[in-house]
């Protein structure tokens, strides 16, 4: 267990050295099963409907790069009638199971002490503090946010209308880029042109009509 105190102003809340211990890849265990399922039936519904459209149609590998991938905005036509049952069957299982579940009088238990739930709700609020990941896997750090970001040699302070004037000068940039790299015939010019692969070429186009 290990935790970094690097506060200079405001003191470490109690319970912050062993809560931090943890880790801060350590996943907190709900008490409750109700939202599990929250947006399930919703994904795989979609899902279904976009494995059934695009089923005959083959898979090219070279087009695909899973960590360079946005999912696309399109909407496909709904599943035959049969399939929609099937899906409709299966989520009225699955509530039924769960409601199951929570008439009986053991329920699951939290992985966190009450005090170390309020503790992380409270950091989570409290805009006093920073915490973040040490370099070299050296263990979560807490910071005073004052002291982290106002260190003027790492950190600028830039107004709102700063910050979308650098947005969109770097969404021109880009489109620059994608239209200057991007995928093309052998016969456009200028051949000598080292282009980026499809997938590459729909992951940035995707990445730039999500920015607001």
Known sequence: MTCHNLLQHNPMPSGTTKLLG???NYCIRSTSIRETTKHTFTRLADDAMRIY?????????????PSLYIKSDYKFR??????????????????????????????????LTHG???????LKQ???????AGDKNLGPCILDRSVHLGNRRNYKVLTREGVLNRQQGFIIQLRNFI?????????????????????EDTYLRRAVKKVP
Not at 53 to 65: F, K, M, Q, S, T
Not at 89 to 98: L, S, V
Not at 116 to 122: A, I, K, P, T
Request: charged residues 30%; glycine residues 4%.
């Open 116 to 122: 170390g739930w309020n503790l992380v709700q409270h």
């Open 179 to 199: 239209s200057r790299y991007g995928p093309r015939e052998d016969y456009r010019e200028p051949v000598h042109y080292t282009c980026i692969s499809n997938a």
């Open 22 to 24: 943890l880790g801060l």
């Open 53 to 65: 459209a695009l089923r005959d149609v083959e898979n090219d590998e070279g087009d695909y790069i």
């Open 78 to 111: 709904p599943v035959p009638v049969l399939i929609e049952r099937a899906l409709a069957t299966f989520e009225t299982k699955i509530k039924i199971k769960q409601q199951d579940l929570r008439n009986r009088k053991r329920h699951p238990s939290m992985n």
């Open 126 to 132: 409290h805009n006093d503090y920073v915490i973040v």
